[in-house]
């Protein structure tokens, strides 16, 4: 199951940026994001990775000042994504790529996704021709490769290959240990199916949108008593870049520690032995005990919630407060200032495009209801202005 050879190479992910104002997804700290791309770059590694709904359709520009303005084209590698669930027909697919290239200032991109493929979007990328749409762009020297991003089901990932995997030289998948055979990702049989049709994997969320750093003490306890100086991401990142298949690993670093960190890994690469893998699996069956609400916080559920409800900070206070048995108090007055701010969990219409546009396939409308009673009973709310 594990890597043999090859090196496998390691991204930049730039879904979440170091912010100057956390509610502000447009205020980026270009002094701290300088320093980590200088870092990134210094120590090897030229990949990063951003899309065109990042941090409120911003993040593109963020990556145009931070890297294109301040480093030779031929210095780093750059791939971004064509919103799926955003575009309305041809001509729009053609309007996105050519506001893409300004927003990132450059001529082509090195890599450039089908972003988010799943069921709620194959049959709009089928009749608007998405994937000759990528394929001619590639052809025109814009895009260097093609890919997709998936998060749905093995079945439609093989079907989607079967039908268009000669146009697609690489394909991104969620692949990290607790994901490895949960029924509503299923990483390993996504990789199996990868495989099968002999492309290329890189991954996103190894580890799981910060789950996996931020562990219940009784797993981060086993993972310290086997290796006391090993980080917990560390631990992630190399378990996804240990299977086969896999060539290039992604990860949002928001510190010059996880920089350094992270960067290491991938410099002395060792994938995880027969022994360390025991130990995963025991961490998997600890944190899966500990997370009733598996959100990653890619927060792609709050684009058009009619109620703007921040779902992914409330889905990770309540996270927070079942593992814990520290104050529920601290935890309610975030809750409760978020609550000035966005929709309250108990506001929520039941529309259901949170749902639909989940990677996770999170039965989001239903844990709203478990966030409302636990943080809203006999709580009052301001108006918000």
Known sequence: MTQKNNRVDFGFGCMRLPLLKADQQDSFDFEKINTLFDAFLEKGFRYFDTAYTYHGYH????????????????????????PLRDFKDAEDMERIFEEQLTHCGVEYFDC????????????????????????????????????????????????????????????QLQINYVDWEQPNVQSR??????????????????????????????AEALLKARQPETSNASWAMRFAASQEGVTRVLSGMNTLEQVENNTAVFQNFHPVTEEELEVIWKVTEIIEKNTPIPCTGCAYCTHGCPKDIAIPQYFALYNSISRTTGSFSSHAVYYNNTALKHGKASDCIGCGQCEKACPQHLPIREHLKTVAAKFEAGASFPVRK
Do not use: W
């Open 112 to 171: 450039y996704l089908l972003h988010n493929m799943g069921t709620n979007v194959y049959e709009k990328c089928k009749k608007y021709d998405a994937f000759g749409f990528v394929a001619r762009k590639k052809a025109e020297g814009k895009i260097r490769n093609v890919g997709i991003s998936f998060h749905d089901m093995p079945e439609l990932f093989d079907e989607i290959l079967s039908q268009y995997g000669d146009l697609l030289d690489f394909v």
């Open 189 to 218: 049989r996504c990789l199996e199916i990868a495989r099968k049709y002999g492309k290329p994997v890189t991954v996103m969320e190894p580890c799981k949108g910060g789950t996996l750093v931020n562990l219940p003490e009784e």
């Open 59 to 82: 993040a593109e520009e963020a990556v145009r000042k931070a890297l294109v303005e301040r480093h030779p084209r031929d210095s780093f590698e750059l791939a971004t994504k064509l």
